[in-house]
């Protein structure tokens, strides 16, 4: 119970933690980071163990990404900085300019390390890992003692890692399926820091359920009288949304079918998760450490199966799109629901915290771990009502005969949340070269989102829009996409 209670403390009052921690005390901490994982869809329930054992922990129902694709969201995860402030205008890893020192000091897994903590990865980080990966002479990934980081994405067997900065390449054997390598070589660092004694920091990020969705051998057959859920705005016709969303022609019966094949796929790909989080439990029980370790468990961004009839993919802010879980269960915790809103961004300056450190000045993000603990004394936050968007668009992407993305799907947004206002706000640009935001947008998008959870209804130049509250959210997403810092990055 000491250490319980010390623990809370921590958490609050980190700057003075650091030296009043005996060495073996500090909690371990686990991040499980799924790719494309959505709540809204029911993307969570194939992991039936993983919703278990979070259920006797905190969740926080409020929480976004703050950009809905890959690269730009892991980019967000690794720094606690907002896609803004790692935006490039030539090319990047999906725009984000991460092949540099500057990204390279900033990733949270060195603050950790500072902490005292054993680091390990394993999984996909980035897309962009070329300068890790190649076959001379590749870079060593800085924040991490231990690793084995994805080189190629997109399939899930005959896969490339760097592991410690070595190529690693595995087969098509039924043992080489890419999240069970990515799980046995989580558990091997798991035990070895374990033996140590020495805290550690997992940074667990499976593919799945990201396509092909590929399911385990042994998982193929399962579910198979699933279907995408038929969600009201599934193949609808949203004529008062964005152009993406009003120019989609009708989802065919074979593309709902694809749709379907694909929910079945990404479901089946997650029991493999599922089994990492069970193998990983036993393991924190033999050595007693069940109790001293944090899990936290989220997805870089969510995903559409025919909602607006697109077929598949991300890239909307929507909240099939936006919303993904976020459930924490470790020491001190107040369990239960905290209806706050949190965002990707304020992730690394949490774990920091738990881990006894203080919040760099530089991370755009802000520690929610004050605010899930039942110690009743720890000081109250500021209102957490809000989290800020950003997108810049791809380009034309097309998927099954439907473009998906286009120069003009490029936005910035806020999702509103407390307890009288659920609201959804966009502002459209023509593409990425008014990446500034200097102006108000072209196209806008307002959806009350507690009358109308799908989204479906824009509210924006309606009598039934608020305007005041649009010009509220306005000013303040234009201060928001445009900050840097502790200081700026309001909460
Ligand atoms: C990676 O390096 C760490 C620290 O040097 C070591 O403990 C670990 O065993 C190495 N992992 C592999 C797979 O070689
Ligand atoms: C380790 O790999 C085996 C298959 O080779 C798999 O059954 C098991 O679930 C994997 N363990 C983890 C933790 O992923
Ligand atoms: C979508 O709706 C159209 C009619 O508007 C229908 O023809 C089509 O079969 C529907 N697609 C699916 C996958 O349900
Ligand atoms: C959006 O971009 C597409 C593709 O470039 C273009 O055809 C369309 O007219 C644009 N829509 C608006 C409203 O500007
Ligand atoms: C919710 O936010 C809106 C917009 O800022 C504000 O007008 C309203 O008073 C807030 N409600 C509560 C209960 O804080």
């Not at 379907?260 to 989080?277: C, E, G, K, N």
């Not at 009598?463 to 959210?473: F, I, K």
Request: aromatic share 12%.
């Amino acid at each position: 119970m000491a250490s319980l209670a010390l623990i809370c403390l921590l958490a609050v009052t980190a700057a003075i933690a650091e030296s009043a921690v005996a060495p073996g005390t500090k909690p371990n901490i686990i991040l499980l980071f799924n790719d494309d994982q959505d709540i809204t869809l029911g993307g969570t329930t194939p992991m039936a163990f993983t919703e278990k054992l979070m259920s006797t922990g905190a969740t926080v129902d409020n929480f976004f990404v703050n950009t809905p694709v890959c690269c730009p969201s892991r980019t967000t995860m690794l720094t606690g900085g907002y896609p803004h402030n790692w935006h490039t205008t030539t090319g990047g890893c999906m725009h984000m300019d991460t092949d540099n020192d500057r990204f390279r000091k900033s990733i949270f897994g060195l603050n950790l390390q500072s902490l005292g903590y054993t680091t390990g990865q394993f999984g996909k980080l980035l897309n962009g890992m070329k300068e890790y990966c190649s076959e001379k002479d590749p870079l060593r990934l800085p924040g991490f003692d231990s690793y084995l980081t994805m080189c190629n994405y997109a399939r899930y067997f005959e896969n490339t890692f760097s592991s410690n900065g070595t190529l690693y390449k595995t087969g098509t054997k039924p043992e080489d399926y890419l999240t069970s390598v990515i799980g046995n070589h989580s558990l091997d660092f798991i035990e070895a820091s374990l033996q140590a004694g020495r805290p550690f920091f997992a940074y667990i990020s499976p593919h799945a359920p990201h396509v092909p969705a590929t399911p385990a051998p042994w998982y193929a057959d399962k579910f198979s009288d699933m279907k995408a859920p038929r969600t009201p705005n599934y193949n609808y016709s949203a004529t008062d949304h964005h152009y993406v969303i009003r120019s989609q022609p009708i989802l065919t019966s074979d593309e709902g079918d694809i749709s379907d094949a694909l929910f079945r796929d990404r479901w089946r790909s997650l029991l493999s998760v599922d089994d990492i989080t069970k193998d990983v439990v036993s393991l924190l029980e033999k050595y007693d450490q069940a109790d001293n370790t944090y899990i936290l468990w989220t997805s870089d961004h969510g995903y559409q199966l025919g909602q607006f009839r697109l077929p598949s993919c991300k890239l909307q802010p929507y909240d099939h799109d936006l919303k993904v879980p976020f459930r924490i269960k470790g020491p001190g915790l107040k369990q239960g629901s905290h209806s706050f809103v949190a965002s990707i961004v304020d992730v690394a300056p949490t774990i920091i915290e738990l881990g006894g450190g203080t919040v760099p000045e530089e991370m755009d993000g802000h520690s929610f771990a004050s605010l899930l603990m039942s110690d009743s004394s720890a000081p109250k936050d500021e209102t957490r009502d809000r989290m800020t968007i950003e997108y810049w668009t791809l380009g034309n992407v097309i998927r099954n005969h439907h473009y998906i993305d286009m120069p003009n799907n490029t936005y910035i947004g806020i999702r509103l949340v407390n307890d009288t206002h659920n609201y959804l706000y966009v502002e459209y640009y023509q593409d990425v070269k008014e990446m500034k935001f200097t102006d108000k947008g072209f196209e806008f998008e307002l959806f009350d989102v507690s009358k109308d959870p799908y989204q479906m209804k824009n509210l924006y130049g309606t009598p039934e829009a608020d305007d005041q509250l649009v010009t509220e959210l306005h000013e303040y997403l234009h201060k928001q996409v445009v900050c840097k810092g502790q200081k700026e990055c309001k909460l």
